[in-house]
C-alpha cells in the first residue's frame, strides 16, 4: 500500500468511529428518552386507576342513596 491509500483508509476509519461515536450518543438519548416515557406511562396509568375507583366508588353511593 502506497502513502494516499493509507491515508484514504486512516480517513475512512475516523469516519467509522466518528460514526460510531454520535450512533452511540443517539442510542443513549433514545434509551433516556425511553425511559422518560415508560416512567410518564406508568404515572398516567396510575392516575388513571385512581380516577376510576374514585368514579365507581361515587357510582355505588349514587346507586345506594336510589336503594333508599
Not at 476509519?13 to 433516556?32: G, H, P, Y
Amino acid at each position: 500500500m502506497d502513502q494516499p491509500e493509507l491515508q484514504s483508509l486512516a480517513e475512512k476509519v475516523d469516519r467509522l468511529i466518528a460514526r460510531c461515536e454520535k450512533l452511540e450518543r443517539e442510542n443513549t438519548a433514545m434509551r433516556q428518552a425511553q425511559d422518560d416515557w415508560n416512567r410518564e406511562r406508568a404515572q398516567l396509568v396510575q392516575k388513571n386507576d385512581l380516577a376510576r375507583n374514585k368514579i365507581e366508588a361515587m357510582i355505588g353511593r349514587l346507586r345506594a342513596l336510589e336503594q333508599r
